[in-house]
Each structure stands twice: as C-alpha cells, then as structure tokens.
C-alpha cells in the first residue's frame, strides 16, 4: 500500500555542479517513484521531490551516502514542505543566488568509460585527445569564471556538433551538461610540428621512439616528453633543459610497466590509479634497469604518473612503454601554458612539439606525493587534481589572504569554514613566478566570490609577498611567524583545536629574534604560540652560499664543536673546501662577521651529510638531505649522545656531543650507513626527550609535526613510533604538504583569530 504523499526540499553544497550530480538525482527520482525537480543554483544543487515516504527518505540517503565519484558533498540540509502534486520529476533550469557556495572541481584524470570509448575502433572518439564526461576531464584549468558553464570556459570557441549536443542534453547521458564535451568533429585538436612550426606527418610515438625530445601541451602546461629508456634521450634532455642533478619522474603507460620498474604498494596503487593520478614516489626495483641520467644513482625511488588525459595514450604503442615526462619550464621559471611561448622558449630544447589548440587558462603543475610507511599520503606538491578543491576548517574564519613563504609557494583564501590553497608557484625570488602568483589572485577572488578581510603573509621582511601585502591599503596585515604558521597549518591538516605542541623541523624560516629558525619546540594554537625550545644556534656565513654547499656547514659545526681543532678535522674530512674558503668561513665564524645564527634543521642535515662524505654540493634543494636519508641503514638502533640544556626559559639541543660521536666512528672507520642511521635515531631520541621535558611543564600531551624536513620518511616514521611509545598523541600531515606549499593555510587561519 503507498504511504501518504510527502514532500522534501534538499539543498546540498559542495562539489555538487559539473560532476554529473543533476543526473544522477534524476535517475535516482525515477528509481525512487518521486516527482519534482532538481537544478543548479549558485549555491550548489537544489531538490523538491514528493512521494512515498519511506521512498524518500531512501532517496536522500543514497543521494549523501553514494554520490557520483567526483561529488564532494559538504553540507546537506532537508525540510519538509508542503507536496504540490507535480507530475513528472524533471531537470530545471539554473537560478542564480546570491550566495555562491558552489565549488570548483579539480580536472580529474580519464575515465574507464572515456578511456574504453577512445580505444574502442568503432566508436566515434576512438584516439580523441581530449574526450571527457561529467566524471573526467578538464575543469580548474579551463575556468574563467563561475558559475561553472562552458560560455565561461576556455572551451567557448568549439560549438557542439549535433551529437555532442544531444549527448549535452540528456539527462540520462554521461555526457549530460559535461561542460567540455567535445568529439574529433567539433572539438579542439592536436598538431604535431618541428621547431620551425612545419606540420609532422609522423606519429609522435614514432618521434619518441627515435630519440627525440618532444614538447607536450597538456592538461594544465606543457611537458618536454623523451623516451625514458634510451639513456641519449635522456641525457640529452637533461643537459638542454640545464638540469643538474634532480631525479625527472616518469609517465609509465599502464599500472603493469610500473610494477615492472617499481615496488607498488596497494595504497600506492591506489593513489596512482585515483581520480587525481599524482606523481607517486615509489621504491625503485634493484633489478629493473634505467639510465643513470634520469634517476640519480644514489636514490632509491622514483616518481611514477599514470597517463591521466586520453591525449598521453598518443605517446606509447606496444613498444614504447616509459616516458620521462617533466614540466617544460627552464630552471626556476614559471609553466608553460601557451603554444607560442612554448615554440619560443622551447626551440633549443625540443625537437618537435604536440601542440593544441584549446586554451589552458589555470596553469597547474602535476601534483607529488608518495606514501608514508605509516601508509599516510604525504603531498609534495599540492596541484593539479587537488586544487581548488577546499579544505575543512576545524574553527570559522572571516574571509583572509595568506600569501604562504617565498619557496614552494602557494597562496590560501578561507571562505565559510573552508580553505582553499592555490597551486604551488615555485620560487617568488624569480620575478615571472611572482608575476603569476599576483595573476592569480584575482582569479581566485572571483571563482570563490569572495573579498577578503584580512592579508596574512610571513614575518620576513623581504620576502616578496610581505612586501606585497605592505603595499595594500586599506586592509589590514597581519605577519605569522614561519614555523608558527606550520604548527597552525598542522593543526588544520588534522582538525585540531586548542593548544599543542609542535614540533617543525624545516630549512628556513625568519624568527622572532632575527634569527634564521629552522628546528623548533613551539606550543600554539591558532591565537598565539611560544618558544620552548630550539637546537642551539651556530653561524650561518654567507646565506645561500652555504645553503649550496653544504661543507661549509659542516665546518661551521666542527669549528663550533672543536675550536680551531676543528680545521685539521675539516682537512681529513671536507675535501671539497678549498684552503682560502676555509680560511674565509672561519674568520667570519671567529669575528661574528657576516653570519646570522640558525636552529636550522636542514643545515644540520647538509652538514652531518658532508662530514660523512655523503653529499658536499646541494644541486637541487634538500639533496644532502636527501642523500642522507636514502644512504642511512634502517636496521641501525644506536644514536649518538646529545645534551638538553637549559637557557633563558627555553630548551637548548645540544648537538654537539653527536659530532664527537661522528667523528670517533669515523675515525674508527664505521660504515657510512650505519652512522646516517644513528643520526637520525639521534634527532629522534633527542625530540622525544626534549618534549617529555615540556609535557612535564605544559600538561600538553598532543603533538604535531611540520616542516620540509619531515618529508625524510625514517625521522616521520621513528618520531611517530616513538612518540607513541611514549604515550604522546602525534599528528602528521596528509591534506597539505609539510613544507612551505602547506603554510599558508596556517597563516590563514591564525589571521581570521586576530581582533580587527
Ligand atoms: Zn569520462
Ligand atoms: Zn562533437
Ligand atoms: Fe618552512
């Protein structure tokens, strides 16, 4: 017997639009028996639907508990309205209102359907580049402008043909409102050209298989593509691209190639074949041959994407089956997005190009990650597939600006309890980057809708954005301490609230004191945080000089440990410091000249890295580091000696007992590995106990951990395991990267707390 007629008006916000959501509700409507309607509003999807009460109420669970895989639902809300006799359940129109809630997608990698569609011979986007559904395809970088519709989009120019259109219309297609729905009739297309701009009648797997080097413009910049086993190839791209030492990720053609070069996890395998289909860092098989050139021998792993646009099925056949594939920018500059500037700044690096020719608006890099031996994912780089996609603020916030650090930079706007991070913009010493950073501002602004109250930016003083924000008027400014803002982002990344502990180990960051911080025992929350302790500070000479070559560091240390008898252990050990370097160093260290002092972390890493002769030349950022962890012996369980002391009301980590440790196994001839091994243990043991020091004090027992250093997967994993031991509550990062790409959604959020 049917109940009573009953009827319910549902609102649901989220990533609810351009996501197959209105056909979805449809489809579930008929399933259901309910009449009424469903439409798009600018604050997300609207629903009046009456019928069978027990049929409804099934209808509203479905529709939260399993919604279309790229729906994101934040908030659903159902009230019981009068029923109004509808007769049939239809789609409606789109209203605009006020409140524009609705999010911006991510573009999400190719889809099983799509995927069978383009390698189906009989079907009409067989080998089309760039099909896509309301489950895939192009979204953050094609958008213009919200609300998201295809006028407002970089696809505008490519009317629909017929069918696309009649796909674009029905409400039971995939393709139903698929905003970039296209097909090889009235879609974008590729062409393939040599430097001179002269159409290629060759296929580009034919291309990349006779060794060149070949130009991609893909989803959110271009690519330079080489065939990853051919050690020329390789090489080649290598030198022209004036990249040194730097491992390139690679783009294997199916989940199989990358079993055959890589040891997969499941969760690894997850995340490779996931809707986001990041470049996962993987372990590297012993027995599965690359060239040297393209992974650097003394790592262990490799970074692995999985072709994620049908438009990279065009660059393997049965033969070819491993591409490097690395963004297309010179050194430090930004992404290359446009066809012209590619044939422009390209010319001496590639040999051909696979152009297209719809506009990339967003540019967006391909996202890093890897997983933790805690089987957490860890980002390394936050972007494409991600990005804009908001993160859940544990507090409410007023509308803010944070502009992040000036490395690895990323910027963060809070609207209505969530946060959204912009895509990473590299290093804003490097004026085009900064230009960029600035240009996408205002995109944000206006995808977001929303104005905000508040500029958040670092406390240095001359990094670019706080210049930036010290330029704006008529706003107020609000400067976060760099490790505090890691602390706070922590926090975010976990949903915490109240006071914590914090633990940031990091490269860089301006301190309170003028300092250069960088290994810091903070205690925080988002009002205010304090200083407990810090490893004691050593000279830094010479600034970024010393950040490139780590020597230097070491013998800052060993002059610091030893008095001059540290110059005769820097002869034995340091053979890349020149006799007049180390002369200069150490008068500076001696007279206070030119040096600034440091609890830096990653200094500390480089100079136990060259003391051990493992890396004297940081080529890249983090190398040493790198190289360290890589080499250190995970079987290793002693740790060195190390001292906390106590000075001015705050813990001081001395280390210095470690570097006689060091230097006796040297001189004893102990392996390399076994030494690395304990140091870290070291640094391990020495956090532990420093922070048993100050539960005792603060009865806070919650620990977050932050900084880039925290990228070393045997500190993650130690510190973890050991605080756990000890009863501590430690809390890692998943959502956003532990170094500076993650800061400014804690400087956000410490803005929106402070009284205006
Ligand atoms: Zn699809
Ligand atoms: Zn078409
Ligand atoms: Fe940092």
């Not at 490790?483 to 309170?512: F, K, P, Q, R, S």
């Not at 929350?525 to 490893?535: I, K, M, N, V």
Request: net charge negative.
């Amino acid at each position: 017997m049917a109940g009573e007629l009953t009827a319910y008006q549902i609102r649901i916000t989220g990533i609810v639009q351009g996501v197959g959501f209105r056909p979805f509700v449809y489809r579930l409507a008929q399933q259901y028996h309910l009449k009424g309607w469903v439409l798009n509003s600018s604050a997300g999807v609207v629903i009046e639907a009456e019928g069978d009460r027990d049929e409804l109420q099934e209808f509203a669970h479905i529709m939260v508990e399993s919604p279309p895989p790229l729906a994101v639902i934040r908030n659903c809300e159902l009230k019981a309205i009068e029923p109004r006799g509808f007769e049939e359940f239809s789609i409606r129109h789109s209203e605009s209102e006020a409140d524009k809630a609705v999010m911006i997608s991510p573009d999400i990698a190719i889809c099983e359907d799509c995927k069978r569609e383009v390698m189906d011979a009989s079907d009409r986007r067989r080998g089309y580049p760039f099909t896509n559904c309301t489950n895939c395809g192009p979204r953050f970088t094609i958008i213009k402008d919200v609300p998201y519709d295809r006028a407002q989009t970089t696809m505008a120019p490519f009317p629909m043909c017929r069918e696309c259109r009649q796909e674009y219309e029905n409400p039971l297609h995939r393709r139903f409102h698929a905003q970039p729905n296209a097909c090889p009739v009235c879609g974008p297309y590729t062409t393939l050209v040599d430097r001179q701009g002269r159409e290629v009648k060759e296929k580009v797997v034919t291309l990349l298989k006779q060794g060149y080097i070949v130009a991609v413009k893909g989803l959110g910049a271009f690519h330079l593509a080489a065939d990853a086993a051919s050690a020329d190839a390789v090489k080649n791209l290598r030198q022209r691209k004036h990249r040194n030492a730097k491992p390139f990720a690679v783009m294997a053609r199916d989940l199989q190639v990358a079993d055959r070069y890589c040891l997969i996890n499941d969760i690894e395998r997850k995340w490779l074949t996931s809707p986001q289909a990041p470049i996962v860092i993987l372990e590297r098989k012993d027995d599965s041959w690359l060239p040297d050139e393209l992974i650097h021998p003394g790592i262990s792993t490799l970074g692995v994407m999985l072709p994620y646009t049908p438009l990279h099925y065009l660059l393997f056949d049965d033969e070819l089956e491993l591409l490097l594939m690395t963004s297309a920018n010179i050194s430090d500059e930004p992404l290359i997005i446009n066809n012209q500037e590619a044939m422009e700044k390209l010319s001496e690096v590639a040999d051909f190009f696979l152009l297209h020719n719809r506009e990339i608006f967003n540019p967006c890099d391909d996202s890093v990650m890897r997983v933790t031996p805690l089987l957490t994912p860890q980002l390394l780089r936050r972007a494409r597939g991600f990005v804009p996609l908001g993160i859940e603020l544990p507090v409410k916030t007023r509308p803010v600006l944070a502009l992040g650090g000036e490395m690895k930079s990323t910027f963060c706007m809070t609207r209505d309890g969530e946060a959204f991070l912009s895509q990473h913009w590299g290093d804003l010493s490097h004026y085009h980057n900064y230009c960029k950073f600035l240009d996408a501002i205002p995109r944000f602004k206006k995808m977001l809708d929303v104005e905000p109250e508040v500029i958040a930016h670092d406390l240095h003083p001359n990094y670019q954005t706080t210049r930036w924000a010290r330029e704006q008027t008529g706003i107020k400014q609000v400067a976060v301490q760099h490790h505090y803002a890691h602390l706070a982002a922590a926090m975010v990344d976990n949903g915490l609230t109240g006071e914590v502990l914090g633990v940031i180990c990091d490269g860089t960051g301006w301190g309170t004191d003028s300092a250069v911080w960088g290994f810091e025992i903070l205690q925080g929350d988002y009002h205010s945080f304090q200083r407990l302790g810090h490893l004691g500070y050593v000279p830094l000479p010479g600034g970024d000089l010393t950040i490139r070559r780590p020597y230097r560091m070491a013998l800052v240390y060993l002059l610091q440990a030893w008095g001059e008898e540290g110059l005769e252990l820097a002869e034995r050990y340091l053979p890349a410091l020149g006799r007049e370097e180390k002369q200069v160093v150490w008068m500076q260290v001696n007279k206070g000249l030119q040096v600034v002092p440091t609890s830096s972390c990653g200094r500390l890493f480089d100079a136990v890295a060259a003391l051990l002769g493992v890396c004297s030349l940081n080529r890249y950022e983090g190398q040493a580091a790198i190289e360290l962890e890589a080499i250190a012996d995970r079987s290793v369980g002693g740790y060195y000696d190390y001292e906390l002391e106590r000075q001015d009301g705050q813990w001081l980590l001395n280390v210095f007992p470690m570097w006689h440790g060091l230097a006796a196994d040297l001189q004893q001839g102990q392996p390399v590995e076994t030494m690395a091994g304990k140091f870290h243990n070291t640094l391990v043991e020495m956090i532990t106990g420093v922070l048993k020091r100050v539960r005792d004090e603060t009865g806070l027992n919650r620990v977050v951990l932050s900084g880039g250093v925290f990228h070393n997967q045997i500190l993650l994993l130690r510190l973890v395991q050991r605080l756990l031991e000890t009863e501590f509550i430690p809390y890692h990062h998943q959502q956003v990267p532990p170094g500076d790409g993650g800061i400014s959604l804690g400087q956000a959020v410490i803005a929106s707390e402070v009284e205006l």
